[in-house]
């Protein structure tokens, strides 16, 4: 079965850090780029960033909201993407969601986002 | 950055019913507009990517069209199963990838 599974949310409070991970089973990690994407409560969504697959370089790009402070990473070995967040805010209080993009060696996200976990919430807050 | 501007936000409707979702760019984004459900406490579902492409096992009563700025989504006759939430999203241009702000199906 083609899944991803977010895990790593939790408590935090303003400007502490939290990485979350993606773990993906079922389809060749590597040849996907892989996004994220959040929703705070009661919400739209919100696309946070996405890693290309290595061959595009393995490069993220972020949403302005995010720049500086989150950082996007992979590990095709253990088929796992990574969401760095630093200098949390309050108003990153959200469900994040792990995303694989639609399509095979794509250098962007044109098609949108196929695979969703089932989220992970981190609440930032004192 | 690209906006994406949904209506309406919400709508009423009965099963059955031929419901409409358009989906206003902010500029051109040529045929790459991409539809999701999102059906409360869930992920978000992909029906249809580059504008009218329906992803497989999505039922034939959802249907998108448009290009360039304008795009809608219809549901030919609705079911109890399509009361969610549907959001549009670009993927002409990033980052970011933006997002509608949502149309909620209700039942009337």
């Known amino acids: 079965e083609v899944q991803v599974v977010e895990s790593g949310g939790g408590l935090v409070q303003p400007g502490r850090s939290l990485r979350l991970s993606c773990s993906a089973s079922?389809?060749?990690?590597?040849?996907?780029?892989m996004s994220w994407v959040r929703q705070a409560p009661g919400k739209g969504l919100e696309w946070v960033g996405f890693?290309?697959?290595?061959?595009?370089?393995?490069?993220?790009e972020y949403a302005a909201s995010v720049e500086g402070r989150f950082t996007i990473s992979r590990d095709d070995s253990k088929s796992i993407a990574y969401l760095q967040m630093n200098s949390l805010k309050t108003e990153d209080t959200a469900v994040y969601y792990c995303?694989?993009?639609?399509?095979?060696?794509?250098?962007?996200?044109?098609?949108?986002?196929?695979?969703w976990g089932q989220g992970t919430t981190v609440t930032v807050s004192s | 950055d690209i906006q994406m501007t949904q209506s309406p936000s919400s709508l009423s409707a009965s099963v059955g019913d031929r419901v409409t979702i358009t989906c206003r760019a902010s500029q051109s984004i040529s045929k790459y507009l991409n539809w999701y459900q999102q059906k409360p406490g869930k992920a978000p579902n992909l029906l249809i990517h580059?504008?009218?492409t329906l992803q497989s096992g999505v039922p034939s009563r959802f249907s998108g069209s448009g290009s360039g700025t304008a795009f809608t989504l219809t549901i030919s006759s609705l079911q109890p199963e399509d009361f969610a939430t549907y959001y549009c999203?670009?993927?002409?241009?990033?980052?970011?990838?933006?997002f509608g702000q949502g149309t909620k199906v209700e039942i009337k």
């Open positions: 999203q670009q993927g002409y241009s990033a980052p970011p990838y933006t």
């Open positions: 890693i290309r697959s290595k061959t595009y370089g393995g490069t993220p």
């Open positions: 995303t694989r993009g639609l399509g095979r060696f794509l250098e962007w996200l044109p098609y949108g986002m196929d695979i």
């Open positions: 079922g389809f060749s990690f590597g040849d996907y780029a």
């Open positions: 580059a504008a009218s």
